[in-house]
T-cell receptor, first 112, second 114 residues
């Protein structure tokens, strides 16, 4: 059965801390690994990772994929209270269309 | 651009009632999706429409039907609601295949079935 497992499920840190969120996957016909940030409502796209070992960066966020060990990490440096959210990891699988299988998410709380 | 819009925002149904959740996007996207999100379960794909005129089942299609009315609109119908369908429903769209294009999500519909 295909699955995406995120850890930890929740995390509380203080502003300025660096955090690492983990995502492991077992997905048939795996194509890519995606990260989303979900604040109060809709998930918003962060990264799509298709190649192993190539880091993607956006400001204080970065992510990397290891296709041999079947995992990805999302790093957030110098955390701010605005980083508080649920971070979702999803495996993209299938043929030309591709569909997503999501993990349960990591709830990050950043305290002032 | 409004992006992806969903109506209603909230709905309470009694068991056995039917309703349709509406979704529209103004980004001229080809592909549209319906997900449900339950506590501790993450997002799960119900149905998707790769392009106008086509629909396909996702991971959890039982109890639902969909209609891709035109390129802009993709509706989700519950014919006979059950308490197990209490969830937050998200519609999403993408320019094309998810292998190439990111999905944009609507604000969600919170449905409670009593």
């Amino acid at each position: 059965e295909d699955k995406v497992v995120q850890s930890p499920l929740s995390l509380v840190v203080h502003e300025g801390d660096t955090v690492t969120l983990n995502c492991s996957y077992e997905v048939t016909n795996f194509r890519s690994l995606l990260w989303y940030k979900q604040e109060k409502k809709a998930p918003t796209f962060l990264f799509m990772l298709t190649s192993s070992g190539i880091e993607k960066k956006s400001g204080r966020l970065s992510s990397i994929l290891d296709k041999k060990e079947l995992f990805s990490i999302l790093n957030i440096t110098a955390t701010q209270t605005g980083d508080s959210a649920i971070y979702l990891c999803a495996g993209l699988y299938g043929g030309s269309q591709g569909n997503l299988i999501f993990g349960k998410g990591t709830k990050l709380s950043v305290k002032p | 651009n409004a992006g992806v819009t969903q109506t209603p925002k909230f709905q309470v149904l009694k068991t056995g009632q039917s309703m349709t959740l509406q979704c529209a996007q103004d980004m001229n996207h080809n592909s549209m999706y319906w997900y449900r999100q339950d506590p501790g379960m993450g997002l799960r794909l119900i149905y998707y429409s790769a392009s106008e005129g086509t629909t396909d089942k996702g991971e959890v299609p039982n109890g639902y039907n969909v209609s891709r009315l035109n390129k802009r609109e993709f509706s989700l119908r519950l014919e006979s609601a059950a308490p197990s369908q209490t969830s937050v429903y998200f519609c999403a769209s993408s320019e094309g295949a998810s292998t190439l294009y990111e999905q944009y999500f609507g604000p969600g519909t919170r449905l409670t079935v009593t």
